[in-house]
């Protein structure tokens, strides 16, 4: 069975400083790990993944994250936050294996404030 | 521009009755799913088709169907069998390989008259 966690409903960042969002996960085997945005009423865009190779990935919108795999974790992080970024974050993992499903994780609602 | 779209809207089922969202792809992925999203319970997968004319249930697929007699369309019927249909649901669609992102339509929103 795969899972993933993301342990903080709600991170608050004031704007210009860092952001991280934190996601675990559980897995047998070599996980494929995304990062989704999602806006209100909007459907989830895609910001991020690891699927090997270097453990820092860099995706969208200046957002990168780091793959470890010791702590089986998948943060995303950004040096400075903007108003713009607050939004509903999504982890999810995906394997090669079982039908490729993905499993999300719950959401963590960024508030960035001015 | 290629996407997914999602329709309608907004949606309102009336009790017994069924009701069907539509999904439409033009990113020629072969891939199609339908989750459903509750707030504070993330996405929750109802079924999924990796092929024309295949499904396979997701972990919620009581109370739901879906067909898909052609690759671009992948639509779910909400049955009067699921007793609890108020909630968000989200189409996607990705490529074959699993090291690529889902692709996801901007919802509908089905709520009970």
């Known amino acids: 069975a795969q899972s993933v966690a993301q342990p903080e409903d709600q991170v608050n960042v004031a704007e210009g400083n860092p952001l991280t969002v934190k996601c675990t996960y559980s897995?047998?085997?070599?996980?494929?790990l995304f990062w989704y945005v999602q806006y209100p009423n909007r459907g989830l865009q895609f910001l991020l993944k690891?699927?090997?190779?270097?453990?820092l990935v860099k995706g969208s919108y200046g957002f990168e994250a780091e793959f470890n795999k010791s702590q089986t974790s998948f943060h995303l992080k950004k040096p400075s936050a903007l108003v713009s970024d607050s939004a509903l974050y999504f982890c999810?993992?995906?394997?090669?294996?079982?039908?490729?499903?993905?499993?999300f994780g719950d959401g963590t609602t960024l508030t960035v404030k001015p | 521009d290629g996407g997914i779209t999602q329709s309608p809207k907004y949606l309102f089922r009336k009790e017994g009755q069924n009701v069907t969202l539509s999904c439409e792809q033009n990113?020629?992925?072969?891939?199609m799913y339908w989750y459903r999203q509750d707030p504070g319970q993330g996405l929750r997968l109802i079924y999924y088709?990796?092929?024309?004319?295949?499904?396979q249930k997701g972990d919620i697929a009581e109370g739901y169907s879906v067909s898909r007699e052609k690759k671009e369309s992948f639509p779910l019927t909400v049955t009067s069998a699921q007793k609890n249909p108020t909630a968000f649901y989200l189409c996607?669609?990705?490529?074959?390989?699993?090291?690529?992102?889902?692709?996801f339509g901007d919802g509908t929103r089905l709520s009970i008259l």
């Open positions: 990113l020629n992925h072969d891939a």
């Open positions: 690891y699927i090997t190779g270097d453990n």
């Open positions: 996607a669609s990705s490529m074959g390989s699993w090291d690529q992102p889902q692709h």
């Open positions: 088709s990796q092929i024309v004319n295949d499904f």
């Open positions: 999810a993992v995906r394997l090669n294996t079982n039908a490729g499903k993905s499993t």
């Open positions: 897995v047998s085997g070599n996980p494929y």
